[in-house]
C-alpha cells in the first residue's frame, strides 16, 4: 500500500498550484516523521475526487498510506479510519468542490466530534479534473461550463464558513510559499484535534488567479490576499471572525480555539470507559426484563 502505484499517469497541467501543495505535504511528512522518530507510514492521505485529489499518487519519497476515495466523502472514510487507527497520522487532501460542495455537510459534525485530522482544501475556484465548471468558491457572474451567461450565486468564503461551523483549528495559505504551507501543515497535523489549512492553489487552465492574489502595484490592482498582521491573536474568537470577514484572504493562522482539545478519538475512548462502568450484568437485566 505504501508504494507509488506506477501505473498512474495522471499530470497536473504546467503552473498548477497543486505542484506547490504536494511539495509541502512531502516537507511536512518528512519533517514530521524526522521530530517523532517515526516512518513517514505512520501517516495516511485520504483524497477525494478532483486534479487535487490526485496528489495522493504524486507523492515522491517515502510513501504514506494512500486512500483515493470518492468524491465528497473524504470526511466519512477519515472518520472510520482514525475512529480505528488512532495512532496514525491522518490527511485528507481535497478541493473546493469536493469539500465545499457536495462535501460540506460533513465539516460541521467532524469540527464538533474534533475529529484529529488535518484536512487541505486546495481551493482553485472551479472544478479543474471535469474541465472547468462552476465551484462554491468561483465567483458571482464569472462565465463558467456549467454558468454560461454568468454565475447567479455568490462566491461562498470557505473560512467564514469554517468558523461558522466551530471548526477548532483554521489556517489559511497560498500554494507559491511552499516553504510557509509545509510550516503550516506541520504545525495543524501537530494539533490534537480538527485542523484545516485553506489553501489558495490556482488552475492556470480554467482559472488562474496568481495576478488577483499578488496584485499589482504598478496598475494600482490591490492584492486579494493579505499576510495576518503579528499581533493578531489567534485564540481571540471575535479577531479571528473580524479577519475572515470580506472580499480580501487573510495568510496565516487565523484561529486556534483556546484551552485543551480532546480529540474524537479520545472522546470516544472516555465513553467506552463510562459504558463499562454502568454495564449491568446479564443477569440483572434480564430480570427487569421478565414481567
Ligand atoms: C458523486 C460524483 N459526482 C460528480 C463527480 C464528477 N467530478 C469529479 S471531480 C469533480 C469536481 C472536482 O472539483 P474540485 O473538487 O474543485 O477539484 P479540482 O479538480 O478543482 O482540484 C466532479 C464534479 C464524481 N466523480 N462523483
Ligand atoms: S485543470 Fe487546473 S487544477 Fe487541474 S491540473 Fe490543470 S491547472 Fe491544475
Ligand atoms: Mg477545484
Redesign the pocket.
Known sequence: MSKRNPVYDFKWCPGCGDFGVKVAIEQALAKRAIERQESVEKSAIIA?????GNLVHLQEGPQPFGIHG???RTLPIAYGFKSNRPDMNVLVV??????LS?GAEHIGPQARRNLDITVVV?D?G?????KGQA?PTTEFEVVTATTRYGKLDDRMHPLEVYMGLGVPYIASEMSSRVKQLGEAIKDAMDYPGFSIVHVQSP?TTYNDTYALLKGDEKKGIEPLAFPIPEEHDVTDLDAARKLVTGKRIPIGLIYKRAGESVPGHERLRLAKERTKATQAPVERLLAAMTI
Not at 477525494?48 to 487535487?52: E, F, K, V
Not at 481535497?94 to 469539500?99: I, Y
Not at 472551479?126 to 471535469?130: D, K, P, V
Open positions: 477525494g475526487i478532483g486534479c487535487s470518492i468524491h465528497g481535497s478541493g473546493d468542490g469536493d469539500f457536495i486546495m482553485n472551479i472544478y479543474g479534473l471535469t465551484s488552475c
